[in-house]
């Protein structure tokens, strides 16, 4: 009977031996999630411009250095919050109306220039409220987005000569103007634009609203 089972069990052990094994099931691949689309005035900015205003605080760094090197210490401190990157104030909103503004730029071909103030407007124009200047032989122009209680982000362009208004935003790439609009105190707001057309580091534009009893 010994005899009889040994080959037997040799055989279920050689038949077992040849059988191949069943493969690992295939792993199904994982793709990865899709970043979401940009909203708001990121899907409209051109991404050079979203990069110069993750920026800005580097062109403030700039300005200002530049601008303390050159002797102008005491002109920063007398400007007060104008000139104070952390200066921005919940409320940014700049009601509509007429505006005094101010351009102050730093670099270029000096440390500090600040212009003769000149009129410009914020108007509400759908559901955005619009920047343009008056007068001038360069006037920018553009929209102001929500971007938070504490700022909005401008998008616009400068109208030349007898342009009647500034060309679309990204129509032009050597026109077109960003930027932070901040409230810094009572009635009183600034645009930071971080290296302009102009060459500047960064232009900042003051806006006060304007009262007709000043004159």
Same mark, same amino acid.
């Given at each position: 009977?010994? %005899? *009889?089972? /040994?080959? !037997? @069990?040799?055989?279920?052990? @050689?038949?077992?031996?040849?059988?191949? &094994?069943?493969?690992?099931?295939?792993?199904?691949?994982?793709?990865?999630? /899709?970043?979401?689309?940009? #909203?708001?005035?990121? *899907?409209? #900015? @051109?991404?050079?411009? %979203?990069? =110069?205003?993750? =920026?800005?605080?580097? /062109?403030?760094?700039?300005?200002?250095?530049?601008? %303390?090197? %050159?002797?102008?210490?005491?002109?920063?401190?007398?400007?007060? #919050?104008?000139?104070?990157?952390? *200066?921005? !104030?919940? =409320? *940014?909103?700049?009601?509509?109306? &007429?505006y005094r503004c101010r351009l102050i730029r730093f670099g270029g071909r000096r440390a500090l220039t600040a212009y003769r103030p000149y009129f410009c407007d914020v108007a509400v124009e759908g559901e955005l409220l619009s920047l343009t200047k008056q007068d001038g032989s360069e006037r920018p122009g553009g929209y102001l987005w929500n971007d938070g209680d504490t700022r909005l982000v401008f998008l616009g362009a400068v109208a030349l000569g007898a342009e009647p208004v500034p060309p679309a935003y990204g129509e032009d790439s050597r026109r077109d103007l960003v930027g932070i609009v901040e409230r810094i105190?009572?009635?009183?707001?600034? @645009?930071?634009?971080?290296?302009?057309?102009?060459g500047a580091s960064l232009d900042l534009l003051e806006l006060v609203p304007f009262v007709p009893d000043e004159e």
């Amino acid at each position: 009977m010994a %005899r *009889a089972t /040994a080959p !037997l @069990l040799l055989s279920l052990h @050689l038949l077992s031996a040849c059988q191949t &094994p069943s493969p690992a099931p295939l792993a199904v691949p994982v793709e990865p999630a /899709a970043e979401p689309a940009p #909203a708001g005035w990121r *899907a409209i #900015a @051109l991404a050079e411009d %979203r990069d =110069r205003l993750d =920026r800005l605080e580097l /062109a403030w760094g700039e300005a200002l250095g530049e601008a %303390r090197a %050159r002797g102008f210490s005491s002109r920063l401190g007398a400007e007060g #919050a104008l000139f104070d990157p952390e *200066a921005g !104030l919940p =409320r *940014a909103m700049p009601p509509p109306g &007429p505006y005094r503004c101010r351009l102050i730029r730093f670099g270029g071909r000096r440390a500090l220039t600040a212009y003769r103030p000149y009129f410009c407007d914020v108007a509400v124009e759908g559901e955005l409220l619009s920047l343009t200047k008056q007068d001038g032989s360069e006037r920018p122009g553009g929209y102001l987005w929500n971007d938070g209680d504490t700022r909005l982000v401008f998008l616009g362009a400068v109208a030349l000569g007898a342009e009647p208004v500034p060309p679309a935003y990204g129509e032009d790439s050597r026109r077109d103007l960003v930027g932070i609009v901040e409230r810094i105190g009572p009635f009183h707001y600034r @645009l930071a634009m971080p290296w302009p057309p102009s060459g500047a580091s960064l232009d900042l534009l003051e806006l006060v609203p304007f009262v007709p009893d000043e004159e």
